[in-house]
C-alpha cells in the first residue's frame, strides 16, 4: 500500500445494490498514460466515479492508494487535494457561479498558494490563450449552457489550472468533435510539459481509440464487465480500432 | 405624529379613522395557519400592541427638478399632486395598505415631471427607535415620459415594528422602478403592502430583497389597467433561524397588449419558514397580454419550508402566459463536482446557494445595491 503511483488493488463497487466493478487492478505511476478502453457498460465510468468518492457509488472491496495515502477513507474535496482530478464526461451546469470565481475557488483549494484576484486572473488568462480560449468564459456562469466543446475545454482549463499528480479524463462516449479531442490532447500535451505537471499521471477512459491520436498511450487496458482483461502497449489500442471489442471479448471469454 | 388640528384633509383624523375601521374589518386574505406556518395574520391585534414612534425619513440622491420630500410637507405644499397618487391604487382596501395609512405620519413623496429621466436612484430611508413601531408610506408619482428609481431603505433597532406602505402611480411611457432592500434585526416585525398602477406603455418594476425581521409578511399587487403597461416584479428572501417570510405577488391585467414578468428566487435554511403565492390573473377583455411567473425555492436544511403556490386565472383566450416553480435541495451532482475541485461541501453549498439567487440580484438598480445584496446573503449562508 505504500509507495508513489496511484495504486488500485482488487477494487469492487456498487451503483444501488448493482455490482459494477468486480476486482480491478491498475498501478498508475507519475508521468506515464495509462488508456482505460472497453465498451459501454463495462464498469469505466463506474471506476471513475469510485476513484473520486461519488456518493452514489460504493465501494464494497479492495483499497486504492495515492502516493501511498488510503484515498478511500477521504472526502472527495480531500482527495482532489491529495492531487486527484477527474474531468467529467458530464460537468454539472452552476448557474449564477462565474467560471472565474469557481476556478479561483478551485485552484486555493488544491494548491493554497494565497495568489490574490488579480495575479490568480493573470495565471488564468496565461493558461486561457495557451489552450485558445476566449477570455469571455470566465464571466459566464459555470457550464451554464455550454456546449459539449466548451464543457470539454472548461474541463481542460481545470485540468491545466489545476495540476494534478493524477488525472482521470473520462471520455467515454463523448461524442466529441475533432476539435475538442485536439483540445483534450494540447491540454495534456502543454501540461506534461509544465513544470507542476511534468510528473503528472494520467488514466484516460475512452471507448473509441481517437484519442489516443492526440495522446499517445504507455500503456493500454481493455476493461469489460467490471474487469481489466487485457493491458498491453499502444497496439492494442490499434487493434480495438480495426477489430472493435469483439475478437477480444471472445479470446479473453469476458461476458460484456 | 403630525398636528390633527392642521393635517390637511388627506391626513386628516377622520381620514385615519375610516383606515383603521377598514384594517380592522379587512381580512387579510393569507392562508390560515398550517403544519408548517403557524402565524394567523388576521389574529395579529397590532395596533394594541404597539408603541408607536415618531421615527424618521432621509432623502439621498435627489435630483434637480424633482419634488422629493416626506409626506406632510407633501400634503401641505403639494397636495393636489399627492392627491393624484395617494390613495389611487388599491392600497387602502388591503387590510395592512389600511393599518399603515391609519397610523402613517412618516412619509416620502417623490414626484418626477414629464419627460424627466433621472439615472441615479433616489434613495428613501426610514428610522425608528428600538421597541417602537413606525407606519411609513412612500408615494410615488411620475409623469409622462418620465424616469425614475426609488430604493427603500429601513433602520430600526431592536425589537422594531416597521408596517410599510409604497404606492406607485405613473403617467403614459413613464418608467419607474422600486427596489427594497429590507435588513431589519432578528427580532423585527415587517409588514409591506406595495401597489401600483402604471399608466399607458409605461413600465413598473418592483425589486424587493426580505433579508431581516423575524416576520415578514408583504406583497405587492399591480394593476394594469392602462394598454401597453409592462410590469417586472423581482423578489428574493432567505429565512434563516426562526425567520418567517410570507409574500403575495398579484399582476392583474386587466387590459389587454399588457406585459408582466415576475421572478422570486428563495432560500431556507436552519428554521427558517416561507410561503409565497403568485398570483396573474387576465381578464377577459386583456387580449394579447403575456405574463410569465417564474419562483424557485432552495431547502438548505432538514427543517427549513418553502410552500409555493403559482396561481394563474387567464379569462382571456389570446394571451401567452408561462408559469414554473421548483422547490427542493441542493443537487448532489452539483455539489460533488465542486468537491471533486477540492472546495469543501459547506463552501460549495454556499457558492451554489447564492449563484441560484444571481438572477433575482440581477435585476435590482445599482452595482452597489447588488453588492450589498449579495453581501447579506453571504452572511446568511454561513
Known sequence: MSGTGLVIHDLHARVEEKIILKGIDLNVQPGKVHALMGPNGSGKSTLAFSLTGHPKYEV??????????????????????????????????IPGVKVANFMHAARQAVRPDGLGPAAFRRLLLDKMEALDMDPAFLGRYLNDGFSGGEKKRLEMLQLSVLAPKYAVLDETDSGLDVDALRSVGNAVKALRESDEGKATGFLIITHYPRILQYVTADVVHIMMDGRIVKTGDAELAQRVEREGYDTIREETGALA | MPDLEEAPVLLSERFRAAALERYTTTRSGRDKPGRYWKIDLDALDLPMLLQIGAGSVRFDGVAAGTIVCDLDTAAREHGSLLERAFGATRLRSTKFGALTTAYTGLGAFVYVPRDRQ?????????????????????????????????????????????CAATEVVTGERADATCAAVQTLPDDARFIATRTASPGRDARVA?????LGAELVAASAETTIAQP??????????????DQHVDLVTSVLHDVGRSTSDTLVKSAATQNGQARYLGNIRIAANAQQSAAWLRDDALLLSKHSHIDSVPALEIAANDVRAFHGATVGAIDVEQIFYMESRGIERAQAERMIALGFFEPAIARFPGETLREEIRATLAAKAG
Open chain 1, 60 to 93: 464494497t472491496g479492495g483499497s486504492v492508494s495515492l502516493d501511498g495515502e488510503n484515498l478511500l477513507a477521504l472526502a472527495p474535496e480531500k482527495r482532489a487535494r491529495l492531487g486527484l482530478f477527474l474531468s467529467f464526461q458530464y460537468p454539472a451546469a
Open chain 2, 118 to 162: 433621472i439615472d441615479e436612484p433616489i434613495v428613501v430611508t426610514y428610522a425608528s427607535e428600538a421597541g417602537a413601531a413606525i407606519f411609513p408610506t412612500t408615494v410615488v408619482l411620475l409623469e409622462d415620459g418620465a424616469r425614475a428609481t426609488v430604493v427603500e431603505r429601513f433602520e430600526a433597532g431592536s425589537g422594531a415594528f416597521v
Open chain 2, 206 to 210: 418592483w425589486a424587493f430583497a426580505d
Open chain 2, 228 to 241: 401597453g403597461a409592462r410590469v417586472d416584479v423581482t423578489a428574493l428572501f432567505f429565512p434563516a433561524g
